[in-house]
């Protein structure tokens, strides 16, 4: 399946976006590859540095407001998901549909489907609704994959702040390439991947991949809202075929919401915590 409904982007223009940046490269070796006596060479050369340059960041040249709007809509994205956990307990219990608005929420519609025999009004709308909901910050992925091409798995990954080297490196490389080439053979099974529950394919660097390759943004947005309206109606059709036993499983955790919800926001807190602790230079609590 063509991934783009028009023109095929140029193939240069595809393999500059998707192969290695020299410059990314040099400029995340040379902050690894320094002795302890050329400490200070490496110092200044990285003083030297645009603040867009330093190694970790995905931008290849000067950004702009579309690359700021980008990064802090992913930003945004990851602490949405955070901060909807302690809650998505007592949504699910109580306004299931709210829930399905929020996050697309499968359990949700699994109870739906168990309560359409008993005379659930407005279970058609919920397919659609927690298909629109799952979609709703992937068109940032793709954007990322357009703009910064190779750079978007690198700061996604993590990459640009590790060793440039050896295994990770081939890692780093492979992933980038594999997707490019499903992006550009087989963009619908591609997609349909992400969708299928368990599978270790790491979504983000799919959507990217689909806007790196060329794929217009109307083809990506299209094609994910019909794969995740299938997966969604799978959800709901599971609950329909398991029906009232799912029920009393609802209600427990109705009684439970409380303390979990009380329990999830803890466990946020505690590595939250610990990260910060991880992350404070040494010796910064001396006096």
């Known amino acids: 399946m063509s991934a783009a409904d028009g023109p095929d982007p140029d193939p240069e223009e595809i393999d500059r976006r ?12 040379s902050s690894h590859e320094s002795d302890p006596g050329s400490g200070a060479t490496a ?27 980008c990064m802090f809509g992913i930003m945004v994205a990851a602490l949405y998901s955070f901060a909807l956990m302690p809650f998505r307990v007592w949504l699910l219990t109580n306004v299931p549909y709210v829930l399905l608005g929020l996050t697309g929420s499968s359990p949700a519609l699994v109870g739906i489907g168990a309560r359409i025999d008993l005379g659930e009004f407005w279970w058609p709308i919920a397919v659609p609704l927690a298909a629109l909901s ?24 993590g990459g640009g702040l590790g060793n440039n080297s050896g295994m990770m490196a081939r890692w780093r490389t ?17 997609l349909l991947l992400t969708y299928i529950p368990f599978l270790p394919i790491p ?24 794969c995740a309206f299938l ?11 398991i029906g009232e036993p799912v029920l009393p499983v609802l209600e427990t955790l109705d009684r439970w919401a409380l ?18 602790s991880k992350a404070q230079p040494p010796g910064s609590n001396s006096a």
């Open 174 to 190: 492979k992933i980038a390439w594999w997707s490019h080439r499903l992006a550009q053979k087989w963009a619908l099974p591609m």
């Open 259 to 276: 303390w979990i919800a009380l329990g999830t926001a803890a466990v946020i807190m505690v590595f939250a915590f610990r990260r910060a």
């Open 43 to 69: 110092e200044a050369a990285e003083a030297e540095l645009e603040w867009w340059e330093y190694p970790g960041l995905p931008f290849s040249t000067r950004p702009e407001k579309l690359d700021y709007l």
């Open 231 to 241: 997966n969604r109606s799978l959800y709901l059709y599971l609950g329909y075929r």
């Open 134 to 157: 799952l979609i709703k910050f992937d068109w940032l992925f793709w954007l990322a994959g357009r703009r910064w091409g190779e750079g978007m798995i690198d700061w996604l990954t």
């Open 203 to 226: 979504s983000p660097i799919i959507f990217g991949a689909l806007g790196m390759g060329g794929m217009r943004l109307r083809t990506f947005l299209l094609l994910d809202f019909l």
């Open 18 to 29: 998707v192969a290695p940046d020299p410059a990314r490269a040099s400029r995340s070796d």
